[in-house]
């Protein structure tokens, strides 16, 4: 059909410009895009493209520096935290991010990630949770669910064997060096909406030097779980969510949920 | 009604149909073609955008562009 | 208030000494983590760090201290860290990022006996990892022996000065002992090297430029090839330029020790003992071991009687000497190795062996 062509037409939405123009190289549907996107959104209508620095490790994103037009770092595989640590001490006045993957936050990369929220480190990291290694062909994550085929659980993750998906998350929020930890995702207009605005605290938390802001993003990975964009956003919804719940985790002046004492 | 519409870089756009399963307008659709990457690409099927951004904000490789008819502002 | 503008003599640690030195030189950042027999330089820094003004951080492992580096390095400031062997070994896949997207800063490895866990005590059996590269790829890093704690502060600023020329990590081989022993030094200078930031750190996107990128990953093996080619010109320039050595009785010297850093200085007495036997011995102390000086030992080969070797290790240097001297004359080794410190005595002992008692069975 012809579609008319409308009058007085004022743009409402645009690609960032803190964006490069290069094509992203990730699968159709990856969630990767969309979190670029909305960080570089927010460096966009904070201005602060030329004080901010990231930090994107070995993963499916060790290529952000290709799309985000600021100057980043690429870091060895589990160690943004601490190359992100290093800028930051040495700039302490520029705004400093990590964009890490779950093999590299929440395996190789455990300590760091520990211990960088423990100091306080006043950065942000960016915690892509998409419970597969997608770079290197879809083996398991510590996040991959319980029963979830993987190229190394063929038979679905057995946490007899492998043990239980790590929440990550949940644990770094305990640390006092935490500021702000929260939880979300990509894969409605809403959810990107709320992860915009969250981004959005934990810069402007930066500024102020109040510590270690850890937002973490459950997102997909079409490719290693072998469904179709549209069916990994359903399971999303159905897997990932019960174990990995939307939401902060730990906001400043709230008390965070204590651990179970039961056993106590 | 508010009207809007969008503009989609075909040529960059991968057809994971996340943006037509977002549209409330039920106008966004894969095209028929498939562009150079060898992908299908979504594309405005219908006069129905209001111009939300929907579709814009769950696109995984920053494609789409949105528009909106402003108001008419009234002589004072 | 201390005053350090000007060039003052005191009594320190080696350890200690290193770390004025780099105080002195201008030193932005440490990372670190404490391991024996090196902790002093963590120690010292977090105890001047506030009154000097410069950063220092005890980190959760050497393995983030490698990369806090890579970080602070990639954005431009003057840094360093130390180690000892195995907190070193952990190191090296980080020093090889660094290297590949060469930035400079300065590692130091306090040496003690390995392999393992091995020994407290001193030992150069890092040689092989120190010169060779140490982690994946082919890399080099500037590398400065030094036998003195004079030296272990002198070389602070010339690896400083090397690594910011050619964007390349430095590294002082230093030992145990080295890093114990106190001796009078004089300290050099603050405010002698002067640092510039440079235009290619990561300290933010100006509207002025394009952005920086600090990386080592080139997935196109075209590209991938073209950075190697580049770093080897780079290493060439630097074995062309930087070459550094010391010799000791060599005018009219027939059998020549080889040694760096400790062992050099146990040979100086091994040359006087055997000197006063007549024997005419003599000493080349490669003081920087990459760039190796070769073409010195390799111009003595062809008119010594032989080489020997001295090195607190199973033999390491001794290949890169045996390929200086090309076969032109014998070349023997004396090791002492797991911590063990030879004796110049010991040391004359296997020279005379070689050489003399050898030559009168024949």
């Known amino acids: 059909m012809e579609i008319p062509v409308l009058e007085n037409l004022e743009v409402v939405y645009k690609k960032p410009e803190t964006l490069t123009d290069t094509p992203f190289h990730y699968c159709p549907g990856c969630g ?22 990231g930090v994107a490790p070995v993963g499916c994103s060790v290529f952000a520096y290709h799309y985000m037009n600021i100057d980043m770092q690429q870091a060895a595989h589990g160690r943004a935290s601490a190359a ?3 800028i930051k001490r040495v700039l302490p006045e520029k705004y400093v991010f990590s964009y890490q993957g779950d093999g590299d936050l929440a395996a190789i990369g455990t300590a760091e990630t520990i211990h960088t929220v423990n100091r306080g480190e006043n950065i942000l990291m960016v915690f892509i ?13 510590p996040t991959s669910l319980c029963g979830q085929v993987t190229s190394t659980t063929p038979y679905g993750r057995d946490p007899a064997k492998i043990g239980f998906p790590l929440k990550i998350t949940e644990l770094i929020a305990q640390l006092p060096g935490a500021y702000f930890v929260a939880r979300h995702a990509v894969h409605t207009p809403n959810a990107v909406r709320k992860l915009k605005k969250a981004l959005r605290s934990a810069f402007e938390y930066q500024k102020l030097n109040k510590g270690t802001c850890f937002i973490e993003i459950v997102s997909n990975c079409p490719s290693g779980w072998k469904l179709s964009p549209l069916e990994s956003q359903k399971w999303i919804e159905e897997n990932m969510f019960p174990m990995y719940p939307l939401g902060d985790i730990k906001v400043p002046g709230k008390n965070i949920t204590a651990p179970s004492t039961e056993n106590n | 009604m508010i009207r809007g519409t969008v503009f989609i870089a075909s040529d960059i756009c991968k057809g994971c149909e996340l943006c037509i399963a977002a549209c409330p307008q039920h106008s966004l659709s894969l095209s028929r073609q498939i562009n150079p990457k060898g992908y299908k690409y979504a594309e405005l099927i219908n006069d129905e955008c209001t111009g939300c951004i929907n579709c814009a904000l769950v696109c995984p490789d920053a494609a789409i562009t949105v528009y909106r008819q402003a108001k008419v502002k009234k002589a004072v | 208030m201390e005053n350090t503008n000007k060039k003052e003599v005191r009594l320190m640690k080696g350890n200690e000494a290193l770390a004025e030195a780099a105080i002195r030189a201008g030193l932005h950042a440490y990372f670190g983590y404490p391991i024996t027999p090196q902790s002093e330089i963590l120690e010292y820094f977090e105890e001047q760090a506030p009154k000097r003004g410069f950063t220092v951080l005890q980190a959760e492992s050497e393995v983030a201290s490698i990369n806090m580096i890579y970080g602070a390095a990639g954005a431009g400031a003057r840094v360093m860290t130390s180690s000892s062997s195995p907190g070193v070994s952990l190191m090296q896949e980080g020093i090889s990022y660094i290297a590949t997207a060469e930035l400079p800063c300065l590692i130091v490895n306090i040496t003690r006996g390995g392999p393992g866990l091995g020994t407290i005590q001193p030992s150069q059996g890092d040689y092989f990892q120190s010169v060779k590269g140490g982690g994946h790829g082919d890399y080099k890093l500037f590398v400065l022996a030094p036998s003195s704690v004079q030296e272990m502060a002198d070389f602070v600023f010339d690896a400083f000065r090397v690594s910011e020329k050619y964007r390349i990590p430095a590294l002082i081989l230093a030992d145990g002992a080295l890093g114990q022993m106190m001796e009078k030094l004089t300290l050099p200078e603050e405010g002698s090297l002067p640092h510039v930031t440079p235009e290619w750190g990561t300290t933010g996107k100006t509207k002025d430029r394009e952005r920086n ?24 320039a630097i074995e062309e330029a930087e070459v550094r050595y010391e010799e000791y009785f060599m005018e009219d010297a027939e059998i020549v020790f080889v040694a760096f850093g400790l062992s050099a200085r146990i040979c100086q007495k091994a040359v006087d003992i055997v000197r006063e036997k007549g024997i005419k011995a003599g000493l080349i102390r490669p003081i920087t071991l990459f760039p190796f000086p070769k073409q010195i030992i390799s111009e003595t080969a062809n008119r010594a009687v032989g080489f020997m070797v001295v090195e607190m290790n199973a033999g390491q240097m001794v290949e890169d000497v045996q390929l200086a001297v090309n076969g032109k004359c014998p070349v023997y080794f004396k090791g002492r190795m797991g911590g063990m410190i030879p004796t110049p005595e010991e040391i004359a002992v296997a020279l005379e062996e070689k050489f003399i008692h050898h030559e009168e069975k024949v």
Do not use: C, F, W
């Open chain 1, 84 to 86: 992100a640590t290093g």
């Open chain 1, 32 to 53: 990767h895009g969309v979190a670029h996107r909305v960080l570089m959104e927010v460096i966009d209508e904070l201005g602060i493209q030329e004080e901010t620095i």
């Open chain 1, 129 to 141: 949770n998409n419970a597969i290694y997608g770079m290197t062909g879809g083996q398991m994550a």
């Open chain 3, 213 to 236: 990128i600090i990386t080592s990953l080139h997935i196109q093996p075209e590209k991938m090839e073209a950075i190697n080619h580049h770093l080897q010109a780079k290493y060439k």
